[in-house]
Structure formats: C-alpha cells, structure tokens
T-cell receptor, first 113, second 113 residues
Framework: EADIYQTPRYLVIGTGKKITLECSQT?????MYWYQQDPGMELHLIHY???????EKGDLSSESTVSRIRTEHFPLTLESARPSHTSQYLC????????????FGQGTRLTVV | DQQVKQNSPSLSVQEGRISILNCDYT??????FLWYKKYPAEGPTFLIS?????DKNEDGRFTVFLNKSAKHLSLHIVPSQPGDSAVYFC????????????FGKGTKLSVIP
C-alpha cells in the first residue's frame, strides 16, 4: 500500500493568489515527481527530484516551482495563479532501484477562477 | 508529438469476458512499459509492467504482451469484473531506473454486469 499524501484534494482559488500544493511520502523514496493532467488527456511530467536539494523541470513547461528540502516532502508552488493553471496535479514517488513502479498520491484538483 | 498512443478512448466489455486494451509507441528507446489504473478523483495505481527483454508478463487476471517489432503492447484482463471499470493508462520509460514516465491518454474501460 502506497503512503503518499497530497493536500488539499480540491482547491478553488482566485486569480493572482499564491498557492502551495503539498505532497508527502513516508516510504523513504529518493525520487519524487509532479504530473499535470487535464481531463481526457495524458499525464505530463512537470517537475522531478532525485533527492534532497535536487529539482529538475519535466517535459511540460510549467510556471510552478518546487523544492525538496526533506526527503519526504515535495511541495509545488504557484506564485500567481491563473485560470490556465486549472488542472489536476498528481504527485508520485519511487525507489531508486531499477524496475520499480511509481506510487501516486490522490491528486489535487485545482480550479482558478 | 505523442510518443505513447492509446487510440481507443473507451471500451465496453461484458462481465466475465476478456478486456483487451491496446497501446502503441513511437520511441524505440523505450525499454520499460507499465499499465496504471485510475478511478475518478483518485491517483493512478500501478497494475503491471514489462521489460523490453520480455514479450509477456502475467499477474493473476492481468497479462501484458509486448511486440517490440510492431511497437505495440496490450493489456488483457480475464475474466473482466465490474470493479475493473476505470481509466487505464499505458506508460513507457527510457531506462527503468530513470522513471520519467511518458503516458498515453488513457482508455476508459466499462465492465457491464
């Protein structure tokens, strides 16, 4: 059973607000990821981390930023939310070994009005 | 340019029959493939994977087949159960340890009782 948690599950926020989406895992995984998914579309990698103080941008350009100060915590921040940021954001983690699957959190559905 | 394609957005199958979900890919560098299952408002859950050195992997009711020459993989579920109704995502990665997954758009499976 996966132990990876995202908060909040749902968020409706006004344009221009700063938001932070939380993601925590208790499995001690080194690798963590943020994916973005629009309805009916594929998941796109927007950020990933291979360990503490390591962050990289993914394939899909995003105005969000991430930090990895602790192994278990990988928050995503939008400094100024816009309606185009409305989407589902999924956090995942995995071990560093080969042939291991990524465990996903339940996701945060963000709506910017 | 979609590197992982799931050309059937939806599939309906009678309970007890076989469900076959298909996935095509274009990047010949992909060497590890995974299937995820996703319920509404939940994060994806890992289902089954296959390495490019194999052509079949079986886990209970789920079997994944890989045809490297055709760049095609399929997920077979037999017998199908109503609880299998979900969106199934095919994903691929270059180098199993890197874990930057490229996802397809998903196929919504409905198993009719």
């Amino acid at each position: 059973e996966a132990d990876i948690y995202q908060t909040p599950r749902y968020l409706v926020i006004g344009t221009g607000k700063k938001i932070t989406l939380e993601c925590s895992q208790t499995m001690g995984h080194d690798k963590m990821y943020w994916y973005q998914q629009d309805p009916g579309m594929e998941l796109h990698l927007i950020h990933y981390s291979y360990g503490v103080n390591s962050t990289e941008k993914g394939d899909l350009s995003s105005e969000s930023t991430v930090s990895r100060i602790r192994t278990e915590h990988f928050p995503l921040t939008l400094e100024s939310a816009r309606p185009s940021h409305t989407s589902q954001y999924l956090c995942a983690s995995s071990e560093s070994h080969l042939d291991t699957e990524a465990f996903f959190g339940q996701g945060t559905r963000l709506t910017v009005v | 340019d979609q590197q992982v394609k799931q050309n059937s957005p939806s599939l309906s199958v009678q309970e007890g029959r076989i469900s076959i979900l298909n996935c095509d890919y274009t990047n010949s560098m992909f060497d590890y493939f995974l299937w995820y299952k996703k319920y509404p408002a939940e994060g994806p859950t890992f289902l089954i994977s296959i390495s490019s050195i194999k052509d079949k992997n079986e886990d209970g009711r789920f079997t994944v087949f890989l045809n490297k020459s055709a760049k095609h993989l399929s997920l077979h579920i037999v017998p199908s159960q109503p609880g299998d109704s979900a969106v199934y995502f095919c994903a691929a990665v270059v180098g199993a340890g890197s874990y930057q997954l490229t996802f397809g758009k998903g196929t919504k499976l409905s198993v009719i009782p």
